[in-house]
Protein backbone atom coordinates (compact mmCIF):
# COMPACT_ATOMS: atom_id res chain seq x y z
CA UNK A 1 0.00 0.00 0.00
CA UNK A 2 1.06 3.31 -1.33
CA UNK A 3 2.53 5.61 2.09
CA UNK A 4 1.79 9.22 2.73
CA UNK A 5 3.55 11.56 4.57
CA UNK A 6 2.97 14.54 6.26
CA UNK A 7 3.87 17.28 9.32
CA UNK A 8 2.67 15.65 12.26
CA UNK A 9 1.85 19.60 12.68
CA UNK A 10 1.35 23.30 11.12
CA UNK A 11 -0.36 27.02 12.50
CA UNK A 12 -2.15 29.09 10.43
CA UNK A 13 -3.53 32.75 11.11
CA UNK A 14 -7.09 32.88 10.40
CA UNK A 15 -8.03 34.50 7.09
CA UNK A 16 -4.52 33.37 5.39
CA UNK A 17 -4.04 30.10 2.94
CA UNK A 18 -3.49 27.09 4.99
CA UNK A 19 -1.10 24.58 2.51
CA UNK A 20 -0.64 21.23 3.38
CA UNK A 21 2.07 19.18 2.36
CA UNK A 22 2.01 15.34 1.55
CA UNK A 23 4.69 13.19 0.01
CA UNK A 24 3.39 9.61 -1.54
CA UNK A 25 6.69 9.00 -3.77
CA UNK A 26 5.43 4.98 -3.82
CA UNK A 27 1.87 6.22 -5.37
CA UNK A 28 0.52 3.71 -8.53
CA UNK A 29 -0.23 5.03 -11.41
CA UNK A 30 -4.07 4.21 -10.80
CA UNK A 31 -4.32 5.50 -7.32
CA UNK A 32 -6.09 8.73 -6.27
CA UNK A 33 -4.71 11.00 -3.80
CA UNK A 34 -7.62 12.00 -1.51
CA UNK A 35 -8.31 14.29 1.65
CA UNK A 36 -10.64 14.18 4.81
CA UNK A 37 -10.27 15.90 7.92
CA UNK A 38 -11.63 14.96 11.23
CA UNK A 39 -12.49 17.54 13.64
CA UNK A 40 -11.83 16.92 17.05
CA UNK A 41 -13.50 13.32 17.19
CA UNK A 42 -16.09 13.53 14.52
CA UNK A 43 -16.54 11.33 11.73
CA UNK A 44 -13.98 12.25 8.55
CA UNK A 45 -15.09 14.43 6.37
CA UNK A 46 -14.54 14.68 2.71
CA UNK A 47 -12.37 17.40 1.08
CA UNK A 48 -11.25 16.62 -2.53
CA UNK A 49 -9.23 14.41 -4.27
CA UNK A 50 -7.70 14.15 -7.39
CA UNK A 51 -5.47 11.67 -9.70
CA UNK A 52 -2.96 13.75 -12.20
CA UNK A 53 -4.68 17.14 -12.56
CA UNK A 54 -5.39 19.97 -9.86
CA UNK A 55 -8.65 20.15 -8.57
CA UNK A 56 -10.72 22.67 -6.63
CA UNK A 57 -14.02 22.40 -5.19
CA UNK A 58 -16.15 25.43 -2.66
CA UNK A 59 -14.16 23.77 0.34
CA UNK A 60 -10.28 23.82 -1.17
CA UNK A 61 -7.64 23.59 -4.17
CA UNK A 62 -5.79 20.20 -4.49
CA UNK A 63 -2.04 20.70 -6.43
CA UNK A 64 -0.34 17.79 -7.39
CA UNK A 65 2.74 17.69 -8.46
CA UNK A 66 3.85 16.44 -12.41
CA UNK A 67 5.64 13.25 -10.71
CA UNK A 68 2.78 12.02 -8.59
CA UNK A 69 4.97 11.65 -5.59
CA UNK A 70 3.34 15.15 -3.81
CA UNK A 71 0.65 16.74 -3.20
CA UNK A 72 -0.85 20.25 -1.33
CA UNK A 73 -3.90 21.11 -0.07
CA UNK A 74 -4.74 24.89 0.13
CA UNK A 75 -7.75 25.86 1.75
CA UNK A 76 -7.76 29.08 0.77
CA UNK A 77 -8.87 31.46 3.35
CA UNK A 78 -8.59 30.03 6.86
CA UNK A 79 -10.84 30.02 9.76
CA UNK A 80 -11.13 29.03 13.38
CA UNK A 81 -13.45 26.32 12.18
CA UNK A 82 -11.05 24.86 9.95
CA UNK A 83 -8.91 23.94 12.62
CA UNK A 84 -8.84 20.26 12.55
CA UNK A 85 -6.49 16.74 11.42
CA UNK A 86 -6.16 16.50 7.81
CA UNK A 87 -5.17 13.38 6.60
CA UNK A 88 -3.79 12.83 3.35
CA UNK A 89 -4.31 9.45 1.66
CA UNK A 90 -3.90 7.48 -1.26
CA UNK A 91 -6.41 5.06 -1.73
CA UNK A 92 -5.80 1.58 -2.72
CA UNK A 93 -7.24 -0.39 -5.53
CA UNK A 94 -9.71 -2.88 -3.71
CA UNK A 95 -11.21 0.25 -2.24
CA UNK A 96 -9.86 0.49 1.28
CA UNK A 97 -8.43 4.13 2.90
CA UNK A 98 -5.20 3.63 4.32
CA UNK A 99 -5.26 6.63 6.89
CA UNK A 100 -1.69 7.95 8.34
CA UNK A 101 -1.00 10.04 11.12
CA UNK A 102 -2.10 13.28 9.42
CA UNK A 103 -1.60 16.77 10.09
CA UNK A 104 -2.81 18.46 12.80
CA UNK A 105 -3.77 21.96 11.33
CA UNK A 106 -4.51 24.82 14.14
CA UNK A 107 -6.08 27.94 13.29
CA UNK A 108 -5.30 31.00 15.64
CA UNK A 109 -6.70 34.13 15.75
CA UNK B 1 -25.96 15.08 8.42
CA UNK B 2 -23.89 12.73 6.30
CA UNK B 3 -26.52 9.80 5.37
CA UNK B 4 -24.64 7.63 7.28
CA UNK B 5 -25.95 6.23 10.62
CA UNK B 6 -24.26 4.47 13.54
CA UNK B 7 -25.94 3.33 16.70
CA UNK B 8 -25.55 3.51 19.08
CA UNK B 9 -23.40 6.59 19.61
CA UNK B 10 -21.69 5.79 23.32
CA UNK B 11 -21.35 2.25 24.59
CA UNK B 12 -19.90 1.00 28.01
CA UNK B 13 -19.47 -2.30 28.77
CA UNK B 14 -17.46 -4.53 30.95
CA UNK B 15 -14.32 -6.76 29.89
CA UNK B 16 -15.13 -10.56 28.76
CA UNK B 17 -18.90 -8.91 27.01
CA UNK B 18 -19.72 -8.93 24.01
CA UNK B 19 -21.31 -6.21 21.61
CA UNK B 20 -23.01 -5.44 18.40
CA UNK B 21 -22.43 -1.65 16.51
CA UNK B 22 -24.61 -0.94 13.86
CA UNK B 23 -24.27 0.96 10.68
CA UNK B 24 -26.69 2.14 8.08
CA UNK B 25 -25.21 3.09 4.86
CA UNK B 26 -25.92 6.35 2.83
CA UNK B 27 -28.68 5.62 0.51
CA UNK B 28 -27.73 3.82 -2.32
CA UNK B 29 -24.64 2.88 -1.36
CA UNK B 30 -23.24 -0.89 -1.33
CA UNK B 31 -19.84 -0.69 0.48
CA UNK B 32 -19.82 -0.49 3.91
CA UNK B 33 -16.24 -0.14 5.68
CA UNK B 34 -15.45 0.03 9.51
CA UNK B 35 -13.01 1.83 10.58
CA UNK B 36 -11.29 1.59 14.64
CA UNK B 37 -9.64 4.33 15.63
CA UNK B 38 -7.63 4.57 19.21
CA UNK B 39 -5.58 7.07 21.05
CA UNK B 40 -2.36 5.55 20.45
CA UNK B 41 -3.43 3.81 16.91
CA UNK B 42 -5.05 6.19 14.22
CA UNK B 43 -7.78 5.40 12.13
CA UNK B 44 -7.06 1.88 11.41
CA UNK B 45 -9.47 -0.12 8.46
CA UNK B 46 -11.12 -3.05 9.83
CA UNK B 47 -12.96 -4.57 6.91
CA UNK B 48 -15.07 -3.89 3.87
CA UNK B 49 -18.41 -5.80 2.83
CA UNK B 50 -20.00 -4.64 -0.73
CA UNK B 51 -23.38 -5.62 -1.72
CA UNK B 52 -23.74 -8.17 0.84
CA UNK B 53 -20.01 -10.02 0.59
CA UNK B 54 -16.45 -9.59 2.36
CA UNK B 55 -14.88 -7.33 0.12
CA UNK B 56 -11.45 -6.87 1.87
CA UNK B 57 -9.62 -7.49 5.08
CA UNK B 58 -7.49 -5.05 7.64
CA UNK B 59 -6.00 -5.42 10.86
CA UNK B 60 -9.61 -6.96 12.20
CA UNK B 61 -8.65 -9.11 15.49
CA UNK B 62 -10.62 -12.89 15.08
CA UNK B 63 -12.80 -11.94 17.86
CA UNK B 64 -14.41 -9.52 15.80
CA UNK B 65 -16.79 -10.34 12.92
CA UNK B 66 -18.43 -8.50 11.08
CA UNK B 67 -21.66 -9.07 8.38
CA UNK B 68 -23.82 -6.94 5.68
CA UNK B 69 -27.24 -7.67 5.76
CA UNK B 70 -29.73 -7.74 2.08
CA UNK B 71 -30.84 -4.58 3.70
CA UNK B 72 -27.25 -3.36 3.41
CA UNK B 73 -27.00 -2.19 6.41
CA UNK B 74 -24.17 -3.80 8.61
CA UNK B 75 -23.19 -5.15 12.48
CA UNK B 76 -19.48 -5.19 14.05
CA UNK B 77 -19.52 -7.54 16.64
CA UNK B 78 -16.65 -7.30 19.22
CA UNK B 79 -16.53 -10.10 21.64
CA UNK B 80 -14.58 -10.71 24.64
CA UNK B 81 -14.02 -7.60 25.18
CA UNK B 82 -10.28 -6.14 25.89
CA UNK B 83 -9.65 -2.75 27.81
CA UNK B 84 -8.16 -2.22 24.39
CA UNK B 85 -10.87 -2.26 22.74
CA UNK B 86 -11.63 0.75 23.81
CA UNK B 87 -11.93 3.60 21.26
CA UNK B 88 -13.87 5.17 18.25
CA UNK B 89 -15.38 2.62 15.68
CA UNK B 90 -16.20 4.43 12.43
CA UNK B 91 -18.31 3.18 9.46
CA UNK B 92 -18.33 4.79 5.79
CA UNK B 93 -20.15 3.72 2.59
CA UNK B 94 -19.50 4.45 -0.93
CA UNK B 95 -21.31 3.77 -3.73
CA UNK B 96 -18.86 1.12 -5.77
CA UNK B 97 -16.89 -1.30 -4.59
CA UNK B 98 -14.11 1.79 -4.97
CA UNK B 99 -15.44 4.61 -3.68
CA UNK B 100 -17.34 6.79 -5.91
CA UNK B 101 -16.41 10.32 -7.45
CA UNK B 102 -17.20 11.71 -3.84
CA UNK B 103 -15.19 9.45 -1.88
CA UNK B 104 -16.45 7.83 1.11
CA UNK B 105 -19.36 9.03 3.73
CA UNK B 106 -18.24 8.32 7.28
CA UNK B 107 -20.56 8.19 9.82
CA UNK B 108 -20.19 9.92 13.54
CA UNK B 109 -18.67 6.77 15.10
CA UNK B 110 -19.33 4.40 18.18
CA UNK B 111 -17.43 5.45 21.20
CA UNK B 112 -16.78 2.10 22.83
CA UNK B 113 -15.60 2.25 26.51
CA UNK B 114 -14.48 -0.83 28.37
CA UNK B 115 -14.61 -1.08 31.67
Known amino acids: DAKTTQPPSMDCAEGRAANLPCNHSTISGNEYVYWYRQIHSQGPQYIIHGLKNNETNEMASLIITEDRKSSTLILPHATLRDTAVYYC??????????FGQGTELSVKP | DSGVTQTPKHLITATGQRVTLRCSPRSGDLSVYWYQQSLDQGLQFLIQ???????AKGNILERFSAQQFPDLHSELNLSSLELGDSALYFC??????????????FGSGTRLTVV
Open chain 2, 92 to 105: ASSALDRGDNYGYT
Open chain 1, 89 to 98: IVRVVQGKLI
Open chain 2, 49 to 55: YYNGEER
